[in-house]
């Protein structure tokens, strides 16, 4: 069965860290580009970071750019997004995704190009 489980979510404090992990089972994550998604009630699912299959390109969007930090761990076949300094506006589900194979392996932070989603992991930061 092909699927990605996020986890790591939680609750943090202003200025707080998180490190929010991507599993993929019954795929390996080797052949695809990965994207991190984040989701806020009322609001359109926003692209994060995204990385691209052969791992050499990286792009993290302006809002996070100096905060939030995409990796990966083939061995694992796991993705990470370590969140630095959060802040009140980051709270929202956060969400890994790949796209169709036939997307080939860039990187892409449009929801849109993404077909398979896990089920995603709630970050919530208090003041």
Same mark, same amino acid.
């Given at each position: ?26 795929? +390996?994550?080797? @052949? ?6 984040? =989701?806020a009630?009322?609001?359109?699912r %926003?692209?994060? &970071? ?8 990286k792009e ?5 750019k100096?905060?939030?930090?995409? +990796?990966?761990? @083939? ?6 997004? =370590?969140?630095?300094?959060l802040k009140? %506006?980051?709270? &929202? ?8 194979r ?8 449009t929801?849109?190009?993404?077909n ?5 992991t ?6």
């Open positions: 069965q092909v699927q990605l489980v996020e986890s790591g979510g939680g609750l943090v404090q202003s200025g707080g860290s998180l490190r929010l992990s991507c599993a993929a089972s019954g795929f +390996s994550l080797g @052949n695809y580009g990965m994207g991190w998604f984040r =989701q009630p009322g609001k359109e %926003e692209g994060v &970071a995204c990385i691209s299959m052969s791992r050499r390109s993290v969007a302006d809002r996070v100096d905060r939030f930090t995409i +990796s990966t761990d @083939n061995s694992k076949n796991t993705v990470y997004l =370590q969140l630095n300094d009140s %506006e980051d709270p &929202a589900v956060y969400y890994c995704a790949t796209p169709p036939l997307f080939g392996g860039a990187c892409s932070l929801a849109a190009s993404f398979n989603w896990g089920q995603g709630q970050v919530t930061v208090s003041s």
